[in-house]
Structure formats: C-alpha cells, structure tokens
C-alpha cells in the first residue's frame, strides 16, 4: 500500500491538532455525487445502470445501448470533476452536522480526486458552508489518516462510502472509529463487504451524533 506524495504535501502544510480527529470524504458523504453524475450523464444521452457497484463499465449510449471504454469513462469523471460546482450540492443536514461537531473535533476532508481538480472543489467546498482542510489523494486513504493522526494520541473517527477505503482506515489504524454514510443508501446491497467494526449511518441527522459518541465529544 503506497502513499501518495502529493497528499503527504499538502498534509505538512496543516498546522499539527490536538483535539479528536474526523477525517471525511467529499463525494457522496458531504455532496451528492451519483445522483448529479447521473444527470450530468442524462444530458448527454448517456445511461448509468447501477447493477454494480461501479461506473467503468455500466455507462452506455441511451440511444444505442453501446457501451462506453474505459478511457471515454474515465474522460466523463474527469470532465465531471471540473464541472463539479455546477451540479454537485450537499447532502441534507451535512453542512450543520459537521458545523457542530467542529466546536470540539479538528475536521479534515479527504477526496480520492486527481490533484489537479482541488482548487475547483475547495473553492466549492467554501461556497457550500464546508470551510474544512481539503486534502486530494490518488492512492489509498490509510496511510493519509495514519499520517493526519501525528503522534499526538487522540481519537479518530473516518467516514466514506466507499467500502476500500474503510479496509485501507481499518488495516492502517486498527483504533479507527468507521462509519459508512452513503448519499444513496439504496445502493448499499451492491457494495462490497465493509470491514470489521464500522458503524453504519444512513443520513447525516445519525450520523452527527454518533461520531460525537465516537469521539468522545
Ligand atoms: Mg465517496
């Protein structure tokens, strides 16, 4: 499991926290991500069928039912990740919750996104009430938390909807508090297994009080 130089940056840029530690994803915890895709995807006569958990391989041409490649796919994330201020909006009671638990906890967001769409998404983040060091990264989420934690022991909570990330959390900080939040719960049978001790949350009026519980807060 290797760790992304660019997120270890922008790490040592955050001033060092003492207080308990809630590392956050972006999309589909704090913004609705599949539902705009989805839109995004109608308006341009393209269709994602979700009977997978997964979008390479599940767009097709509405028209003709013809599948998309793997690189006009990754071409539609990317293009939907610059356009993300003109269709992504945050999921109910996310930007309160979180208000609220940043009175005691150190909040950092951390979004598997190319780097380069980072200044799109802060400026975003900002507009939407999310005012949170954003960090952008490429690999995987465990050794990012491990880092963020510093030497200082303190509790750390992780929440993400997608279920890799939580193993990465939960194989690199075995005292990490998981939560799994989703902005389209229904979607959670297609998920693969999350792992062991994760706190599952299906919006954020739950969620908030259950990470203070974590947290001790
Ligand atoms: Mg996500």
Do not use: C
């Not at 956050?24 to 704090?30: A, M, Q």
């Not at 909006?89 to 208000?99: C, D, H, K, Q, T």
């Not at 998920?191 to 299906?202: F, N, Q, T, W, Y």
């Amino acid at each position: 499991m290797s760790d992304d130089p660019e997120t270890a940056r922008q790490i040592a840029e955050l001033a060092p926290g003492t207080r308990p530690l809630l590392v956050l994803d972006v999309d589909d915890v704090l913004m609705e991500f599949i539902a705009p895709f989805m839109r995004f995807l109608d308006a341009q006569g393209l269709h994602l069928s979700l009977e997978t958990f997964r979008l390479h391989g599940n767009i097709t041409r509405r028209e003709t039912g013809e599948a998309l490649d793997y690189e006009a796919v990754s071409t539609l994330i990317d293009d939907f990740f610059a356009a993300q201020d003109r269709w992504q909006s945050p999921l109910a009671r996310a930007v309160e919750a979180v208000a609220e638990l940043s009175d005691q906890a150190d909040i950092v967001l951390l979004t598997a996104m190319p780097h380069r769409h980072r200044a799109v998404r802060r400026i975003h983040l900002d507009s939407l009430g999310f005012p949170y060091p954003l960090l952008t990264t490429e690999a995987a989420k465990g050794p990012a938390l491990r880092r963020l934690l510093g030497a200082t022991p303190r509790p750390i909570a992780f929440v993400d909807d997608t279920p890799h990330n939580l193993v990465s959390a939960r194989q690199t900080l075995a005292d990490v508090h998981l939560f799994h939040l989703m902005g389209m719960p229904a979607l959670r049978p297609l998920l693969s297994p999350l792992p062991e001790r994760v706190e599952i949350v299906d919006e954020w009026h739950e969620a908030g009080p259950r990470i203070a519980a974590a947290l001790g807060i």
